[in-house]
């Protein structure tokens, strides 16, 4: 199977061909990895590293599929190491990247953080993208609802916020339209593929019990 870095299609976004399903998806919704160094399976997250890009969906279940049945080889026509904490390593630099650009948003002022400021923003129609910490408490998190026609994000957890604005924890936090919103909604977008919520884990550990 062919590595792929550059498709023409009729769809809005540029786009690329996912080595684990075979599907062409836009370049959103996928993570670029190069073979490096003593061929070595590298994530480029920022996409700016040399080479020809195999693509792969963001997703846990298409990142074990390249990993397990060898996929990355077939694409990269040759024997290539791939790091048996790849997944984890994915997501954890997807996760720093949705962080900076959070951290960016609020020197901005695109963002702000806290339950009255978030509240209030929310009242007047600024806020675009509402945030809430997956480790937060599901009763204050119900007080807030996501804007009409906005996004909301909800799989990061509170130490993440937190470093995101400069503090121990954050709960809540909205992001105001334009600027680097449409950047944070993409990224974060691509971390939910990657990481089970709270919800998930719930229903998760249900089912262990259950069984």
């Known amino acids: ?9 009729d769809t809005s976004g540029p786009v690329r061909k996912c080595i684990a399903s075979g599907t062409i998806k836009e370049k959103s919704g996928l993570v670029r990895f190069v073979v490096g160094p003593e061929e070595s399976i590298f994530a480029d997250i920022l996409e ?8 792969v969906s963001c997703d ?4 074990r599929t390249v990993a397990e049945k060898g996929l990355f080889a077939r694409a990269a026509r040759k024997a290539v190491k791939v790091p048996d904490t790849l997944l984890t390593d994915v997501e954890q630099m997807i996760a720093n990247r949705v962080i900076g650009l959070l ?11 806290g339950y009255e400021k978030v509240k209030d923003w929310l009242s007047k129609d600024v806020a675009e993208v509402l945030v809430q910490s997956s480790d937060g408490s599901e009763r204050g998190k119900s007080k807030l609802s996501t804007p009409r026609d906005g996004s909301f994000i ?8 937190g470093a995101a604005f400069g503090r121990q924890t954050v709960i809540h936090c909205a992001l ?3 600027g680097i919103t449409k950047r944070v909604v993409q990224e974060a977008q691509r971390l939910k593929g990657l990481r089970v919520v709270q919800g998930q884990k719930s229903a998760l550990k249900k089912e262990k019990t259950a069984i």
């Open 1 to 9: 199977m062919e590595a792929i870095d550059d498709i023409d299609t």
């Open 48 to 55: 700016k590293l040399p080479g020809k890009g195999i693509w």
């Open 60 to 63: 846990q279940d298409a990142l």
């Open 103 to 113: 951290s960016l948003a609020r020197k901005s002022g695109h963002s702000v953080a």
């Open 154 to 161: 909800g799989w990061l957890s509170s130490q993440e916020l």
């Open 176 to 178: 105001a339209s334009g």
